[in-house]
């Protein structure tokens, strides 16, 4: 999986949950308080010195971005053409970078310019603060921080036996498609309708395979013994060390800055 | 009935069990006492019984599946009816068929450690038990690797290590060794008898295999609809060959050869022997000193004569840049043949099936069909000349009917209507499925959705079968039907290739074997050629029959033959030794 984590002894991997989750969410949060793409560029910058820190494996998080692409310069476009003049403080936003059309009707201004790499960066900016997060902090971790706030373990148990049936189900579903070729189904080609006819082929032997694992599996949950005692133990806790403090508090000082920036109207467009 | 019940014992005394929605009893007044201790085989057909009473004996039924229950059930001094399954299963552990479906955790400790974490165990002992349990089954080291990972073999030794975290005091297995190679199978039953025998874990498994039931178990207790039949030692039930047969188990070939002998007093009826080495030092006993009568018979092999319909040039083939899974393989195969495909798992067997019908394309190399390229056909198209039978029927089943079923794959023929329904009910009688046209598919038994399977695979009247482990999983009766269907095919000009584990099959019905072992073929040739080629046998994991490994030891006794199945073994010696046996 792409966004699996990723075993490695790096700074990161040794900050508690917690650390990490309050600083993805403040990354996201300043963010998303400034217009101008030149605070997001440095944050970005900040968020791609951070995953070459990890010993990240960078062919993932280009998989990951590479489909993003496309869309990055399709909101550059839609926003340049769509956001009027009227709507930007500044001078410089309010220039008009080119026109299009008869009678030079589509304006492409250098303000919706200008906060479409901005959304852009955004995008970017949570994809790989979002993957910093999940290569450097085993599912265990989120699992306890669940059990922290009082979530009851059978939704943990959910949630992991859902990612250990990922790959199960995948296998499943290609020995299917297997299955239905090898007797003359075309599966993944002619038109839509054809292409939605053949995934009905696959889909439903896959759901009535699931229907039976999932009798199977309730048997074998009681077998070991699931639901035995009120709490179950734990094989693993987080704790929060001085550095996780340290972190935490210069995360809010960030923020704190962050906003007395945005009060002194910097960053606007 | 508490007459001194001990830990890890075991007793039934159940009058009657009925699923929810059955008509019939699916168990009747079944008495069963097992002492703590013991190792326990639990046999008898698909459907007797076996799973629902397996069942019983951790308070699943009557807790957890709903039917209509009398009587008592007393698992380690505890009454089933007065404790939760969860409690039950801290004592007595059931491992179940599909490991696939028992396995919760991402990782390999954390899956062992679900079980014990769920007691309450604390942190200190359940790190001691995962460490144990994974010594047990023999996945020491692997702590840490992901789950998905691991093979058939090792999932299913992680179920067991799942369960024995728990340190039941019995431990019960349905079926546990059904989807696995020869080597799987002889290292779950090796390690339950080192289980049984090192922590005396009382040990209860059903499944079919007898050869390992007859070596391992103390006792074997056997189903027949829903009722016990027979609960007698291993030696005592496989001595009577027919009485196995009857009740629908398959006999070891060791029990076949030395039941003959002695039915046409060639040994002494008190002699019998279900041990191997005693059995052979007994014929040789019997050859010393004798002329030998019997007709040699020649080892040659002759081409057939018919076109080839199959050739690999160079198939070489791998999965992203890992090894070759598959390399350099040039094969002909003729119209005609009945191939079988050996070798232990993971040696290329189904990997190479695959590039006979375009599954996989060849990295380097090339496959003919019909002395036509197939690079560019696709599977879809090869359908109509290549038939493949996978191993899962429920794979491929999606429609509402069986004739909707088998009528999906002729859509695409242009064909007319009467032609179509032609085509349907010959391959409905090719598999003895008539009058099951307007069913439901889920309405039919596993071994019914099989032929299903297969005929739709039929009704494309392919030239050439491929069929992917028929009779994996099934008693003697599936197996034989399965057999008999092929042979059928076999002889009314299919030309036939299979994949199987299961050595006396390939040996009685194939006229070709074909040994792989890592990504390579090894051996090719008829039955009576490669089973006996000890060495190559040996390197790629597999024993031959019974019988080829009796005829090399009586090489120095003078015996030239090289039979490969029981019964050709002993029409020889009956040969051999005709006349004297009836004088004693």
């Known amino acids: ?269 | 009935m508490n007459e001194n019940l001990q830990r890890g014992s075991i007793y039934v005394n159940l009058l009657k069990f009925k699923y929810k929605n059955n008509v019939n009893e699916t168990l009747l007044s079944l008495n069963i006492k097992i002492d703590s201790g013991e190792f326990i085989g639990l046999m008898g057909r698909t459907g007797a019984g076996k799973t629902t009473s397996l069942m019983l004996l951790n308070g699943l039924i009557p807790h957890f599946i709903e039917g209509d229950f009398e009587g008592d059930v007393i698992t380690n001094t505890m009454n089933t009816k007065r404790y939760r399954i969860q409690t039950l299963a801290r004592f007595a552990g059931l491992v179940l068929q599909d490991p696939e479906t028992q396995i919760f955790g991402i990782t390999l400790e954390n899956d062992v450690a679900f079980g014990p974490a769920n007691l309450g165990f604390d942190r200190k002992k359940i790190s001691d038990v995962v460490k144990n349990s994974l010594k047990a089954v023999g996945l020491e080291g692997y702590e840490k690797r992901i789950t998905s990972e691991l093979s058939g073999g090792e999932k299913q030794r992680l179920a067991i290590a799942g369960v024995l975290a728990m340190e039941p005091e019995i431990l019960i297995l349905d079926e546990p060794t059904s989807e696995l190679d020869p080597e799987g199978k002889f290292e779950i039953y090796n390690l339950l008898y080192n289980l049984n025998r090192e922590k005396g874990v009382t040990i209860i498994i059903s499944g079919h295999d007898s050869d390992e039931m007859l070596s391992y178990t103390d006792r074997i207790i056997v189903l027949e609809n829903g009722m016990k039949v027979l609960d007698d030692n291993p030696k005592q039930l496989f001595k009577d060959v027919s009485l196995t047969q009857k009740l629908g188990l398959n006999p070891p070939e060791t029990a076949i050869i030395s039941n003959s002998l002695s039915k046409y007093c060639l040994i002494n009826e008190n002699l019998t022997t279900l041990k191997n080495e005693e059995l052979i030092s007994l014929v040789k006993n019997k050859f010393n000193g004798t002329k030998i009568k019997i007709t040699s018979k020649n080892q040659s092999f002759t081409s057939p004569i018919t076109p080839v319909i199959i050739e690999t040039k160079n198939l070489t083939f791998s999965y992203q840049e890992k090894m070759n899974v598959l390399s350099g393989i040039n094969l002909k195969i003729y119209a005609g043949e009945f191939v079988a495909l050996i070798g232990k798992n993971g040696a290329g067997k189904t990997t190479f099936s695959k590039h006979l019908n375009g599954l996989l394309r060849p990295k380097v190399g090339q496959v003919f069909i019909n002395s036509r390229n197939i690079y560019s056909t696709t599977t879809s198209q090869l359908s109509k000349e290549v038939g493949y039978v996978f191993q899962n029927p429920d794979h491929q089943i999606f429609s509402a009917s069986v004739y909707d079923e088998i009528e999906f794959g002729l859509k695409k023929m242009n064909l007319s209507e009467t032609d179509k329904s032609q085509r349907i009910s010959e391959a409905l009688s090719q598999v003895g499925l008539e009058g099951f046209q307007d069913r439901h598919p889920f309405t039919l038994g596993k071994g019914e959705r099989q032929k299903l399977a297969f005929a739709t695979v039929l009704a494309m009247k392919p030239k050439i079968l491929i069929i992917d482990e028929p009779t994996t999983g099934q008693d003697l009766d599936g197996i034989n039907k399965m057999m008999a269907m092929l042979k059928e095919l076999y002889l009314s000009g299919y030309t036939i290739i299979m994949i199987t584990h299961n050595m006396d099959i390939a040996a009685k019905y194939a006229d070709r074997i074909i040994v792989f072992s890592n990504g390579k073929i090894v051996k090719d040739g008829p039955p009576n050629v490669v089973f006996y080629d000890f060495e190559i046998l040996k390197s790629a994991s597999i024993s031959p029959p019974l019988c080829a490994s009796f005829a090399n030891q009586l090489r120095e006794s003078g015996y030239k033959n090289y039979p490969v199945t029981s019964n050709e073994f002993i029409s020889d010696l009956i040969v051999q030794f005709d006349g004297e046996g009836n004088v004693n």
Not at chain 1, 85 to 92: G, H, L, P, S
């Open chain 1, 1 to 269: 999986m792409l966004i699996e984590y990723y075993p490695s002894n790096s700074f990161l991997h040794d900050l508690d949950v917690r650390t990490k989750l309050l600083g993805f969410f403040l990354l996201t949060f300043i963010s998303f308080i400034f217009l101008s793409p030149i605070i997001n560029f440095i944050i970005a910058l900040l968020v791609v010195i951070i995953i070459l820190k990890i010993n990240a494996p960078l062919s993932r998080v280009k998989k990951l971005l590479t489909p993003l692409t496309p869309i990055f310069f399709i909101m550059i476009i839609i926003t340049g053409f769509t956001y009027p003049t009227e709507n930007f403080k500044t001078e410089f936003s309010q220039k008009i970078f080119f026109t299009l059309g008869i009678d030079n009707s589509w304006q492409f201004t250098v303000g919706g310019f200008l906060y479409g790499i901005t959304l852009s960066l955004r995008i970017f900016i949570m994809v790989l603060a979002s993957t910093i997060l999940t290569f450097t902090t085993p599912i265990e971790d989120f699992l306890q921080l669940m059990k922290k706030i009082k979530i009851p373990y059978q939704f943990a148990f959910i949630i992991t036996s859902g990612i250990r049936f990922i790959p199960t189900m995948q296998k499943k579903s290609e020995m299917i498609q297997e299955a239905q070729k090898a007797r003359g189904a075309e599966i993944g080609s002619g038109g839509f309708i054809k292409n939605f006819k053949s995934h009905i082929m696959v889909l439903i032997p896959l759901i009535v395979d699931s229907i039976r694992m999932s009798d199977n599996l309730a048997i074998a949950m009681l077998n070991r013994g699931f639901g035995a005692l009120k709490f179950t133990t734990d094989l693993h806790t987080i704790e929060m060390k001085t550095k996780d403090y340290l972190i935490c508090i210069s995360e809010l000082c960030l923020v704190a800055i962050s906003i007395w920036i945005k009060s002194n109207n910097i960053g606007v467009l």
